[in-house]
């Protein structure tokens, strides 16, 4: 940040009469002067700065490293935490619920992908094609967002009620039989990822449609010259030019849906037959219910490390795309 | 006398501090704990209940003020609720967890384990009728080499809840409930064909309750759910007595459709169906009939409670204190005349249930205003005042009590949650998969939790 003292004028009078009357300064002198004024004119950023280094370092850097040290120790929060080397993991590797959260866990993901990649950015297109009432459109894709994550997973548990559910009912209605949706091991992950879906898929959709905006229209109107319609427009033009907000959207959707937690907890807890159970829920269960905090903290580090792969396959992925 | 820096740099580097300052301060916040002064002990108690029991919250604040004028040396400072599990942990590193803290029969084997309890071994042998308490129950508290940690203070066994008047439409006999799991399910049969959504027979099984309440259909079945061999504790159900708890339950939920089409319940979700009159029975302890009536206008007349169907077991639960393992021996030594005079002691028992009457609170349940734990005479003359002032139909419970007499109750599980947690899956497996195989839940199970019970030390 430079502020508008910056200018050596002021501070250091050029002037030969002036430069006459005081003796030289050494190189060292001068760069430890200029220092000095530097420091002087950005003391305030310095400040928030500082302070901004300190919230972090507490809030966030701190209780990962403390993560990282918990998860080769035992801990009773009573006496010191005594070091066991890899036993949190080996108990982890044991547990049976522990492949079968992995599993669940990337079978959510996949699935939330191709529901929760492909339907925002058809609706976004869609959207971007509306001539009118493109402001309500907008609004009634987001108004899902708004909505409480555990007000959303309870009103869905209410339309995949098997008894007097929403979806059942209507089926009913219409002289079809009713699911099991979350009371069936095969088809309770896909009615949790419809939910995640849902609940998400409002600010995903504005991202794309920021990104369409940005296309420039003489692309479109040129292929339309040349008879492109909608089709051969979202291949050519549209796709090549959001690829890369595409692509980063798609690491940023792995790294929020492998930490699914909301919907299997409040919705199935993890059943039916262990169908939902996933590495969050599995984590939650090591920590609040196990009391284990030593391998809640080894499966958490496990996560990160899975997590940090995308988390910097995505900064490179921005740098590159910020370069072009 | 003249500054080093300008004004404007004194600005900054006071908004500096200040910043720092208020960064440090509200990261430092939140720890210490409230100490004694001037001679008193100062202790900080859990199991207020919240505001909105207005008559157990009455009692309760009652209660700390006559235990403070009766003891001027001890000053009670009550926190609202009870154990959270969540927030156990880290209150207990912050330093905020209470002196006396609230506990459920499933916890103490794993605070024990973890250090996470003061030893009240010889503390607790001076206290008055300590030698009354079933000791069983106490065993419950202790360690492998037979320390105490900790006190129960209630107690309870699994029976039958059902409703009276969906047994009448039904055509069944409310006075004579149900005493094998046969009788359930021709029950739950008649219940179920009343139609409009009525629920003959309804179980949980999420969130470690259909675990728990699957440990308590093995031992109705007679099967236990872990032995201990040798030094180490193995799984003990994979068994033909487990195979025909789980074959009643795949009848009855498949064969039957007895038990509704919505599974993964819980709790709450069971009780409210009995609250709306749409469910005939289901596995639970008395104290849920209160529960029934206040959350859902019902009535005890239309409540009964038979004893665990079987009879070949029951399980046990309860709750108990234990006491911070932080705690100065003042303070734990204050803390235990808490506990016993507030929940064990049976010189109040007569006022105790007064202040029920009074407050036109259910007496004569088989759960409270008193607790179950006593053995011996202190047992029969809490029997005898309860049933002096009993204000609800207690011969509709009669079946209950007569069968806690006969039944054999066993305690739960060592490492029971996660136990539980791997029960729940079997129970949903069966609930949820009309092709569930058995034979292949239970050994499954079977490696799981023993995998889990090698861990027990």
């Known amino acids: 940040m430079s502020s508008p003292r910056s200018s050596s004028v002021l501070d250091w009078p050029a002037t030969a009469s002036s430069r006459a009357g005081r003796p030289v300064a050494s190189a060292a002198e001068r760069r430890r002067n200029r220092w000095r004024r530097k420091l002087k004119e950005n003391l305030t950023a310095y400040g928030l700065l500082c302070a901004a280094l300190v919230v972090f370092a507490l809030f966030s850097w701190y209780p990962i490293v403390r993560g990282v040290l918990l998860s080769f120790q035992q801990v009773d929060f009573v006496n010191p935490p005594t070091w066991v080397g890899f036993d949190n993991f080996t108990r982890l590797f044991e547990d049976p619920l522990f492949g079968v959260a992995w599993r669940n866990t990337l079978l959510f993901t996949v699935l939330a992908l191709v529901f929760g990649f492909v339907v925002p950015f058809v609706t976004a297109v869609l959207l971007n094609e509306l001539r009118h009432a493109k402001a309500f459109f907008r609004l009634a894709v987001y108004l899902p967002v708004m909505l409480p994550p555990v007000v959303t997973a309870l009103m869905w548990k209410w339309f995949y009620d098997p008894g007097a559910g929403l979806f059942n009912s209507a089926l009913g209605a219409v002289g079809l039989p009713g699911g099991q949706w979350l009371d069936s091991s095969d088809t309770s992950m896909l009615s949790l990822v419809f939910v995640s879906t849902w609940a998400n898929m409002g600010s995903t959709t504005l991202i794309y449609l920021a990104a369409l905006g940005t296309i420039p229209g003489e692309l479109y109107e040129a292929a339309e010259l040349d008879g492109a319609g909608l089709w051969k427009r979202l291949i050519h033009v549209t796709l090549p030019q959001t690829r890369f907000v595409l692509l980063v959207l798609l690491l940023l959707q792995v790294v929020a849906t492998m930490q699914v937690f909301t919907e299997p907890y409040v919705m199935t807890g993890g059943g039916p037959d262990d169908s939902t159970v996933t590495v969050l829920l599995l984590l939650y269960r090591y920590a609040f219910v196990y009391n284990d905090f030593g391998s809640a903290s080894a499966l958490s580090l496990l996560l990160f490390v899975a997590l940090g792969v995308f988390s910097a396959l995505y900064v490179r992925l921005t740098r590159k795309a910020d370069q072009s | ?457």
Request: aromatic residues 8%.
């Open chain 2, 1 to 457: 006398m003249s500054s080093t820096w300008s004004p404007t740099v004194r600005r900054r580097m006071f908004c500096l501090l200040l910043a720092g300052g208020l960064t440090l301060g509200v990261a430092a916040c939140g720890s210490g704990s409230g100490e004694s002064t001037g001679g008193k002990v100062k202790i900080t108690v859990t199991g207020q209940p919240p505001t909105s029991q207005p008559f157990e919250r009455g009692v309760f604040d009652a209660d700390v003020k006559e235990f403070e004028e009766t003891h001027p040396d001890i000053d009670i400072e009550p926190h609202e609720g009870f154990m959270d599990p969540k927030t156990f942990s880290a209150k207990l590193a912050g330093g905020q967890l209470e002196d006396v803290y609230y506990v459920y029969f499933t916890d103490p084997a794993q605070i024990i384990a973890r250090r996470q309890a003061a030893d009240i071994t010889e503390a607790a042998k001076g206290l008055k009728n300590f030698g009354d308490i079933k000791p069983e129950l106490l065993d419950n508290f202790r360690d492998a080499d037979g320390k105490l940690y900790g006190l129960p203070t209630m107690n309870y066994s699994m029976g039958l809840v059902y409703s009276r008047p969906l047994f009448q439409k039904a055509g069944l006999d409310p006075n004579k409930s149900p005493q094998t799991w046969d009788e359930v399910r021709e029950a739950a049969k008649k219940i179920a064909a009343l139609g409009n959504g009525t629920v003959g027979y309804a179980d949980y099984s999420k969130n470690n309750q259909g675990g728990w309440h699957l440990t308590a259909w093995l031992y109705s079945m007679g099967s236990e759910v872990a032995r201990k061999d040798g030094d180490n504790w193995i799984a003990a159900f994979d068994n033909d007595k487990a195979k025909a708890a789980l074959n009643q339950l795949r009848a009855m939920r498949w064969e039957d459709d007895t038990m509704g089409s919505k599974q993964l319940l819980e709790a709450q979700d069971v009780q409210r169906m009995m609250g709306a009159g749409q469910l005939g029975m289901y596995m639970a302890a008395p104290d849920n009939i209160p529960v029934l009536v206040k959350q859902f206008n019902g009535k005890y007349e239309d409540y009964g409670v038979a004893g665990m169907p079987g009879g070949q077991g029951t399980l046990l639960g309860g709750e108990g204190y234990m006491i911070n393992p932080k705690a100065s021996p003042e303070k734990i030594k204050a803390g235990l005349e808490w506990v016993r005079w507030k929940y064990l002691n049976p010189e109040r028992f007569e006022k105790h249930v007064q202040q029920y009457v009074d407050g036109k609170q259910p007496v004569g349940l088989p759960a409270e205003p008193t607790p179950d734990v006593w053995q011996g005479a202190v047992r029969d003359q809490q029997l005898a005042i309860k049933a002096k002032h009993a204000n609800v139909p207690a011969e509709n419970y009669q079946s209950y009590v007569d069968a806690s007499a006969r039944i054999k109750g066993s305690i739960e599980p060592p490492n029971a949650q996660q136990v539980y947690a791997i029960l729940d899956s079997v129970m949903q497996a069966v609930l949820t998969d009309r092709n569930a195989n058995i034979d292949q839940q239970l050994s499954s199970a079977v490696s799981k939790v023993n995998s889990v019970l090698a861990q027990v030390k």
